[in-house]
């Protein structure tokens, strides 16, 4: 059983940055992490994911170049650093742990945190 509790998000101008944390329970590092966005009456969308050792990534490319996520898995946590952020940037964003592998859909995660919201005006 692993609990994710996602943290850092806030609104913040357009350009600006923001980093997102999720503090995990029991051993992350068993999984492969992402981190997903949603927005209301929307599908909840795959943003970057992370091998279980940190040394695989893959992003959406409308974040690539601006978003960056990260691991430390002694500290059982994981972050997605947003740079250059835009307003279409605007959603809940969410931790998720996936068995195995880097996944991109939503049902190939396990484990879900409750969401932080991100708003990025103009």
């Known amino acids: 059983q692993v609990q994710l509790v996602e943290s850092g998000g806030g609104l913040v101008q357009a350009g600006g940055s923001l980093r997102l944390s999720c503090a995990a329970s029991g051993r992350a590092s068993d999984y492969a992490m992402g981190w997903f966005r949603q927005v209301p009456g929307k599908e909840r969308d795959f943003v970057g994911g992370i091998s279980r050792a940190g040394t695989v990534r893959q992003y959406v490319d409308s974040v690539k170049g601006r978003f960056t996520i990260s691991r430390d898995n002694a500290m059982n946590t994981l972050y997605l650093q947003m740079n250059s952020l835009k307003p279409e940037d605007t959603a809940v964003y969410y931790c998720?742990?996936?068995?195995?592998?880097?996944?991109?859909?939503?049902?190939?995660?396990?484990?879900w945190g409750q969401g932080t919201q991100v708003t990025v005006s103009s």
């Open positions: 998720a742990a996936a068995n195995y592998i880097i996944a991109t859909r939503p049902d190939e995660y396990v484990y």
